[in-house]
């Protein structure tokens, strides 16, 4: 007769929560919690607590484009305010469409921008600049670039992959 060891009792049930446990620190250092990007648990940590207090501190431009966005408003896509995403927190993410919208106030830089752009363009995410003073003068001609944007994701991709590879038979 064998007997099996008796199982080590889970971490949660040594009162530390699902969130702690994702956060300790005996994890391997780039271990991102199953998001890949190569980031530790302090790290994304840090970028949702930035992320959060962002949201809770939007800019007037934010707050007016954010009235436009929410629960749904615009061709019925859902959009995230200040969403972490890799090692960057967007402005506004419509993750259906893989769209995000930047609003660009004094602090952007032009070429800062670019690579950020890159790297998110890299994960598959369209991304397009509008400045404060578009938000806050040419609301309608934000809210329309927004929309073209969007529809253009819905349509088919300009370079289907050969012989339908990738599609469920």
Sequence with gaps: ??????????????GLSSRDMSRRLSTPPLQGRGR????????????????????????????????RLSNGQLEGCKFRRQQVIGAFIADF?????????EVDGDTHGEASDRSRDAALGQMGYRVIHVTN???LTNMDGVLRLIVETLRQADSPHPNPSPEGEGLER
């Design 1 to 14: 007769m064998t007997i099996a060891p008796t199982p080590t009792p889970p971490l949660q049930g040594r």
């Design 36 to 67: 890949g990007w190569g980031l530790s648990a302090l790290d994304i940590a840090e970028l949702q607590r930035r992320a959060r207090h962002m949201r809770n501190n939007p800019t007037e431009p934010e707050k007016r484009l954010w009235r």
């Design 93 to 101: 993410m419509c993750s259906g469409a893989k769209l995000i919208v």
């Design 133 to 135: 003073r578009d938000v």
